[in-house]
């Protein structure tokens, strides 16, 4: 009798006890992404991205549960950043998810929105955000062309996230820079962040995006009024 290995679809992690996309999603998203070489491509890019800049450096794409680590690079960092391909990255709180928040449109994200919304309020009323709130950071984000985050998903840690887009001028990958909290500025204008717009920006222009450089807006509060809390 034949037998097959039944597919991981979640695993769970050993420290937090939560779940997350086991390897055979992870899988199946990166085959799909493999049509176009994205993943490939994001990949090299990785390497002579964390050359460049001695930083950790991450490549993310959407998932069915969100922002979903694909691909990590180690820096030279003095203290060791241990992350895991498949891990779920939380939209408010991190410098990839803000990237996807803020290039993504509403209506597509809104599910896992709301979820951290709702979650956040529950934790703690005073830092519940309301949609005009989450607009607000969208445009923000927009306009600086770059997802930050220091210290709010991990206190020790700080990062930047840039988009890739594709021959739509969709969002397709995020490629984000991670290192220690105050060592390396998040600054829009610093040396960190150019880097890691070129990087991004030449992964668009290879990928066939329209307008490489030019991060266009998506939908805000309108383009989902109906459905606001």
Do not use: H
Not at 164 to 177: E, P, R, S
């Amino acid at each position: 009798v034949q037998t097959c290995a039944l597919p991981i679809l979640v695993e769970q992690n050993e420290n937090t006890g939560r779940y997350e996309l086991g390897a055979t999603i992870v899988e199946l998203g990166l085959i799909a992404l493999g049509r176009t070489d994205a993943v490939k491509l994001g990949s090299d890019a990785l390497v002579s991205l964390t050359e460049k800049t001695g930083l950790v450096s991450l490549l993310s794409t959407w998932g069915s549960n969100g922002p979903t680590l694909v691909k990590w690079e180690p820096g030279r960092l003095q203290t060791a950043v241990r992350l895991r391909e498949g891990r779920n990255l939380p939209l408010l709180t991190t410098a990839t998810g803000r990237a996807f928040l803020a290039f993504m449109s509403l209506k597509e994200i809104r599910p896992l929105l709301d979820r951290e919304l709702k979650a956040r309020a529950a934790a703690d009323k005073a830092r519940a955000l309301s949609l005009n709130d989450v607009e607000t950071l969208r445009s923000d984000i927009r306009r600086r062309g770059l997802g930050q985050s220091s210290g709010e998903e991990n206190p020790g840690l700080t990062a930047l996230a840039a988009p890739v887009f594709d021959q739509n001028g969709k969002i397709a990958l995020v490629i984000t820079l991670v290192g220690i909290l105050g060592t390396f500025s998040i600054d829009e204008n610093g040396e960190p962040a150019r880097a890691l717009k070129a990087v991004a920006d030449q992964l668009s222009r290879r990928m066939g995006a329209p307008q490489a450089g030019v991060r266009p807006s998506s939908g805000g509060v309108a383009a989902v009024a109906s459905t606001a809390p």
